[in-house]
């Protein structure tokens, strides 16, 4: 199974991105996606920080076990748009 490392960048430059050496083994792109949104909720929900004012700017840089880029999760992607819930 892949493995994925979900950094976290919470500001700009080198500085803003805490790097996950660890990683999770996930099936596929998709499943990283929904890892990542999961993770997502939890910390806002859980985490106070003097680092961190407004986790809505926060992001995952995932990437694949080579580095490579493969998605960016905007925090902001765990909340649903209200018109959308009326569909």
Not at 25 to 47: K, M, S
Request: glycine residues 4%; aromatic residues 8%.
């Amino acid at each position: 199974m892949p493995r994925y490392f979900f950094h976290l960048r919470h500001r700009p430059g080198p500085a803003g991105l805490a790097v996950d050496e660890e990683g999770d083994e996930l099936a596929d792109v998709n499943a990283a996606r929904e890892h990542a949104l999961y993770v997502a909720r939890d910390t806002i929900a859980r985490t106070r920080t003097d680092t961190v004012r407004d986790w809505m700017v926060c992001s995952f840089e995932i990437t694949d076990e080579a580095g490579q880029p493969v998605l960016t999760v905007p925090f902001s992607d765990t909340v649903t748009d209200r018109d959308d819930d009326e569909d």
